[in-house]
C-alpha cells in the first residue's frame, strides 16, 4: 500500500525522480499522515519494489476502478441518445535512454515503449492499455482485445474530444520520466498514472466540482497533505471565485 500511495503522492505533485519523491516525503514529516503514507521509504527500498513487485497488481486495481468508474460517471449525451457503446483506440510512443533501458531497443541508437489505450467515449475514460515494443502496430494489438458485442470503435464525430483527452493524459499524467528501468517498473507506473486519472474524474463527478481534470490535479497537489477535506478545499475555491467576480463587477461598474 505505501508503494502505490507513494507513486499516486508522486504523480500529483509532479515529482520527478524516485529521489525527489522520498526527499518530499521526508520533507513533510508527520504531515505525511494525512495522505496515508506511515514513513517515507528509502529510495532504493520504493524502487526494489518498483522493480520486483507484479506490476498486475496495479493493473487490476485500475481495472476494478475502472469497472466501477464506468456506472457512476455521467454518459456522453450524443451516445447515451442513440445508446452506442463507443471506444477509441491510440498509441502514445515514448522515447527511451538505450544505455538505461536496452530491453526497449527499436532503432540501432534509440529506444522507446508504446502504449496503447482504448477509452470509453461514453464516460470519458481508458478502460485497456498494454505496453509493447514501439514497433507494434495498433492493429496488432487488436487480438488482445475482447470487443463488445453491437459497439463502435470508430467515432468520427468524437475526434476533438478523444484528440483533448489524449493530450491531457500524455502531458499531465508523468510518464515520460520513468523511476525504474525494467519492464516491470515501467508498467507499474504507467498503470498508477491510469489510476490517477480516474481518481481525478471520479473525485470531480461525484462532488459537481466545476474545474477541469487540469487544476483539479493542480490544486490536489499542493493539498495532498492538508488536513481541510477535499470537497471544502474546492467549495471554498469556489467561494472565493465567486466573491471575486462579483467584487470586481461592482468596481467595474461603480460611477
Known amino acids: 500500500m505505501d508503494q502505490l500511495l507513494c507513486m499516486v503522492f508522486a504523480q500529483l505533485t509532479g515529482r520527478s525522480s524516485l529521489r525527489e519523491t522520498v526527499s518530499c516525503l521526508r520533507a513533510l514529516g508527520a504531515r505525511r499522515y494525512q495522505c496515508g503514507i506511515r514513513s517515507a521509504p528509502a529510495r532504493s527500498t520504493l524502487a526494489l519494489a518498483n522493480e520486483r513487485r507484479e506490476f498486475r497488481i496495479f493493473m487490476d486495481t485500475a481495472l ?11 454518459v456522453d449525451a450524443d451516445l447515451k441518445r442513440l445508446n452506442l457503446h463507443a471506444f477509441a ?22 529506444a522507446g515503449i508504446k502504449a496503447h489505450t482504448m477509452i470509453d467515449l461514453r464516460v ?36 476533438w474530444k ?18 525504474g528501468t525494467t519492464p516491470n517498473a515501467v508498467k507499474t507506473q504507467l498503470w498508477i498514472a491510469v489510476l490517477v486519472y480516474v481518481l481525478v474524474h471520479r473525485l470531480k463527478h461525484r462532488h459537481g466540482l466545476s474545474q477541469t481534470p487540469n487544476p483539479i490535479v493542480q490544486i490536489l497537489g499542493v493539498m495532498t497533505v492538508e488536513k481541510t477535506p477535499v470537497i471544502q478545499v474546492f467549495s471554498d475555491l469556489q467561494q472565493k471565485i465567486a466573491e471575486d467576480e462579483n467584487c470586481n463587477q461592482f468596481t467595474l461598474f461603480d460611477f
Request: net charge positive; hydrophobic share 50%; glycine share 2%.
Open 124 to 159: 470519458g475514460i481508458p478502460v485497456f492499455m498494454r505496453v509493447s515494443h514501439a514497433k507494434v502496430a495498433d492493429v496488432t494489438l487488436l487480438d488482445h482485445i475482447t470487443f463488445q458485442a453491437g459497439a463502435f470503435y470508430v467515432l468520427y464525430r468524437k475526434r
Open 162 to 179: 478523444i484528440e483533448l483527452l489524449f493530450k491531457w493524459m500524455k502531458q499531465h499524467l508523468h510518464s515520460k520520466a520513468f523511476f
Open 89 to 110: 483506440i491510440d498509441s502514445t510512443t515514448i522515447d527511451l535512454c538505450l544505455k538505461l533501458f536496452p530491453w526497449a531497443q527499436f532503432r540501432r541508437r534509440k
Open 64 to 74: 476494478s476502478m475502472i469497472a466501477s468508474a464506468r456506472i457512476e460517471l455521467p
